[in-house]
């Protein structure tokens, strides 16, 4: 069932390292942001996320830091485990009268025991 | 509680076929939406419902219809498959309309027209 990702970016880490995950967003109106995790085969999951009026967040293992200026996330997974391996992406929320959410392509993280 | 549940999860069509996707919610959420996902592209979407009663075009809707049947269940139907229709469709339900509202995902159906 893999189709999704066959040319993303990659990111290679050791277990136990911190990896970060970087999102450059479109639309400087965008007030809410998500990161998704997607493993190969299922669908994407929630992970954390953050709306505009705040620059950090911190969840279990995971943080977002949102950069308006530069229109920059990114996703710090703190001690990374094998199971952390998937596809990676951002999402924001461009509130038009629809609450229109553009995802982008996604990385892909790879954990090495 | 099971979330977003859309099946089926296979389906290879012949070009010219029919069929439709299923999906249901039991998260209680009034927004709907049906996306496909193809390499290296983000997630785009094909229609949504942003509540019980109404239905509206997304960025990709050329070639699917859809059905908001009630609260819980959204259907996408293709009624004549085309190659460029091979896709991975998700199914997605988001409480309401307001931005800070995070939208669940279904697992996914893999669809090959050949």
């Known amino acids: 069932g893999e189709s999704v990702g066959l040319h993303l970016p990659t990111l290679s880490v050791q277990e136990g390292d911190n990896s970060i995950i970087n999102c450059a967003y479109s639309n400087s109106a965008s007030d809410y942001f998500i990161w998704y995790k997607q493993e190969s085969g299922k669908g994407p999951q929630f992970i954390i996320d953050?709306?505009?009026?705040?620059d950090k967040r911190q969840g279990q293992r995971v943080t977002v830091l949102l950069n308006k200026t530069v229109k920059h996330l990114s996703l710090q997974i703190a001690a990374t485990q094998p199971g952390d391996s998937a596809v990676y992406f951002c999402?924001?929320?461009?509130?038009?009268?629809?609450?229109?959410?553009?995802f982008g392509t996604g990385t892909r993280l790879l954990v090495s025991p | 509680n099971a979330g977003v549940t859309q099946t089926p999860k296979f389906q290879v069509l012949k070009t010219g076929q029919s069929m439709t996707l299923q999906c249901a919610q039991d998260m209680n959420h009034n927004s709907m939406y049906w996306y496909r996902q193809d390499p290296g592209m983000g997630l785009r979407l094909i229609y949504y419902s942003a509540s019980e009663g109404t239905t509206d075009k997304g960025e990709v809707p050329n070639g699917y219809n859809v059905s908001r049947l009630n609260k819980r269940e959204f259907s996408l139907r293709l009624e004549s498959a085309a190659p460029s229709q091979t896709s991975v469709y998700f199914c997605?339900?988001?409480?309401?309309?307001?931005?800070?509202?995070?939208?669940?995902f279904g697992e996914g159906s893999w669809l090959t027209v050949v």
């Open positions: 999402a924001e929320n461009i509130p038009t009268g629809f609450q229109k959410l553009v």
């Open positions: 997605a339900s988001r409480k309401d309309r307001i931005s800070g509202n995070t939208i669940y």
């Open positions: 953050i709306r505009s009026n705040m």
